[in-house]
């Protein structure tokens, strides 16, 4: 079986938790966790003709980078940067822990997930930036870890990037 780590990344409040609680447990809910630690929840999937266990790290609580060691990084081989499209400062963020984590782990696949597309009409992301960001190389979904758009789609996109490389 072949297993693979994922890093949830961003910002405080973007969705991180929210995206892998709808992605394995097919779930919403609006509490917010505010204790401070790694959880790492599990999910099979089926991709072509492989078994995949994925392995999904994410930080519980005040989760800004500076908390974030090489030891939560180490071994990822795919980071789900996650932003909230109703706060533009969370594009920066999320392009400031790739710019970290390539730093620190080399390069390796990454998806920008622009969270809460629910909200639509409240986004002041504009159109314009994430348009640039795609032409800069950036691989960009929208989701909703709320109604589950986007979602399923995110994992298996992140998955195929990561066996792309590789034959393992
Ligand atoms: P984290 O700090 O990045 O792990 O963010 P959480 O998953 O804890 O979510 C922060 C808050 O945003 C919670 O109140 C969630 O209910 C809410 N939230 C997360 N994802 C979505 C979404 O897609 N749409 C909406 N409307 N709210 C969301
Ligand atoms: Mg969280």
């Given at each position: 079986?072949?297993?693979?780590?994922?890093?949830?990344?961003?910002?405080?409040?973007?969705?991180?938790?929210?995206?892998?609680?709808?992605?394995?447990?097919?779930m919403?809910?609006?509490?917010?966790?505010?204790?401070?630690?790694?959880?790492?929840?599990?999910k099979?999937?089926?991709?072509?003709?492989?078994?995949i266990?994925?392995?999904?790290?994410?930080?519980?609580?005040?989760?800004?980078?500076q908390?974030v060691?090489?030891s939560?990084?180490?071994?990822?081989?795919?980071?789900?940067?996650?932003?909230?499209g109703?706060?533009p400062?969370?594009?920066d963020?999320?392009?400031?822990?790739?710019?970290?984590?390539?730093?620190?782990?080399?390069?390796?696949?990454?998806?920008?997930?622009?969270?809460?597309?629910?909200?639509?009409?409240?986004?002041?992301?504009?159109?314009?930036r994430?348009?640039?960001?795609?032409?800069?190389?950036?691989k960009?979904?929208?989701?909703?870890?709320?109604?589950g758009?986007?979602v399923?789609?995110s994992?298996?996109?992140?998955?195929?990037?990561?066996?792309?490389?590789?034959?393992?």
């Open positions: 079986m072949i297993q693979k780590k994922i890093c949830m990344l961003g910002s405080f409040a973007v969705g991180k938790t929210s995206l892998v609680r709808r992605f394995v447990h097919s919403f809910t609006d509490k917010y966790l505010t204790t401070v630690g790694v959880k790492i929840d599990t099979k999937i089926v991709y072509g003709d492989k078994e266990s994925l392995l999904l790290w994410d930080l519980y609580g005040e989760d800004e980078f908390r060691q090489i939560y990084l180490r071994g990822s081989s795919g980071l789900l940067l996650v932003a909230d109703t706060r400062e969370t594009v963020k999320a392009i400031e822990l790739r710019d970290k984590t390539v730093a620190s782990l080399g390069n390796i696949p990454y998806l920008l997930l622009m969270n809460k597309c629910d909200l639509a009409p409240q986004w002041e992301v504009s159109p314009e994430l348009r640039q960001l795609g032409q800069s190389g950036w960009i979904l929208h989701t909703s870890a709320k109604t758009e986007g399923e789609q994992f298996l996109s992140i998955t195929a990037m990561m066996l792309g490389g590789s034959a393992k």
